[in-house]
T-cell receptor
Framework: AQSVTQLDSQVPVFEEAPVELRCNYS??????LFWYVQYPNQGLQLLLK??????LVKGINGFEAEFNKSQTSFHLRKPSVHISDTAEYFC????????????FGQGTELSVKP | GAGVSQSPRYKVTKRGQDVALRCDPI?????LYWYRQALGQGPEFLTY????????KSGLPNDRFSAERPEGSISTLTIQRTEQRDSAMYRC????????????FGEGSRLTVL
């Protein structure tokens, strides 16, 4: 079985500052890793995913994440955030080839202040 | 359609009543998923379909919950004899295939059981 821990429930940050949202997972099998974003009153949207290959993954809206197998982490980063990045961010894991059956973390609320 | 459509968006019902939640996936998407999201939590997997076949229903909490997708397109999640603990946001998602996890989520159906 897999599990996901998002280490921060809320992250306040000023506009144009860098941000890192932390995610750790546990699994006894090989996994795929994902970050989804949820804007208010909308459905979840895929930001980026790691399936295989390069451990640095780039996604939409300037976000990137790095898969670290030894630390079982998949932290999300952005060098300079905008007000429009204010949203809830979910890290998720799935078994390989079971990419639609996701185990989500509890979410991190990113609040970008002017 | 252009996106995943769910109805109703909001449903308030009395304990003991049956409810049916509908999901219309993106046209041509093979896989369809149901998730449930409690307040302050990440989505939790319930069940998924490839075409009309229910492939995995391991996340359904008990036998009051059932889902169908009879023609491989629209799906209905039915909850019989609702209880207060069933109150949550129910999210539907679809994907082109099951394996690589790019899910497209609808806006959800918020169920409140009084």
């Amino acid at each position: 079985a897999q599990s996901v821990t998002q280490l921060d429930s809320q992250v306040p940050v000023f506009e144009e500052a860098p941000v890192e949202l932390r995610c750790n997972y546990s699994s006894s099998v090989s996994v795929y890793l994902f970050w989804y974003v949820q804007y208010p009153n909308q459905g979840l949207q895929l930001l980026l995913k790691y399936l295989s290959g390069s451990t640095l993954v780039k996604g939409i809206n300037g976000f990137e994440a790095e898969f670290n197998k030894s630390q079982t982490s998949f932290h999300l980063r952005k060098p300079s955030v905008h007000i429009s990045d204010t949203a809830e961010y979910f890290c998720a894991v799935s078994e390989r080839n079971q990419g639609g059956k996701l185990i989500f973390g509890q979410g991190t609320e990113l609040s970008v202040k002017p | 359609g252009a996106g995943v459509s769910q109805s109703p968006r909001y449903k308030v019902t009395k304990r003991g009543q049956d409810v049916a939640l509908r999901c219309d996936p993106i046209s041509g998407h093979v896989s369809l998923y149901w998730y449930r999201q409690a307040l302050g939590q990440g989505p939790e997997f319930l069940t998924y379909f490839n075409y009309e076949a229910q492939q995995d229903k391991s996340g359904l909490p008990n036998d009051r919950f059932s889902a169908e997708r009879p023609e491989g397109s629209i799906s209905t999640l039915t909850i019989q004899r609702t209880e207060q603990r069933d109150s949550a946001m129910y999210r539907c998602a679809s994907s082109q295939t099951h394996g690589t996890g790019e899910l497209f989520f609808g806006e959800g159906s918020r169920l409140t059981v009084l």
